[in-house]
């Protein structure tokens, strides 16, 4: 995520960075990882927000990650994310 077109979600807002952050998946799990000078939000439904810059943060539940800034669900550029568990057949 961030502004350059390499990223997969290209996000042009002025406190974003070129490569802001990315999602990781680990071991079973979606891992968030800031590479930002500005930081990265996230808000877990349910919980406080987490600010995070230059570090990871596990992702779960429902929530909004906000890149550069503090955002509420309704702001522009807000990325809103569900990790839900699949079973599988068998």
């Known amino acids: 995520m961030g502004r350059q077109n390499h990223n997969d979600l290209v996000l042009n807002y002025e406190r974003i960075s070129r490569s802001h952050a990315r999602i ?8 968030l990882a800031d590479n930002s000078s500005n930081g990265t939000y996230v808000h877990l439904q349910g919980e ?11 992702l779960y539940g429902t929530g909004v990650i906000s890149l550069g800034r503090r955002a509420t669900p309704g702001s522009p550029g807000a990325i809103h994310f569900a990790v839900r568990l699949m079973k599988y057949p068998g």
């Open 48 to 58: 406080k927000d987490t600010y995070i810059n230059r570090e990871e943060a596990l």
């Open 24 to 31: 990781e998946y680990r071991r079973g799990k979606f891992v």
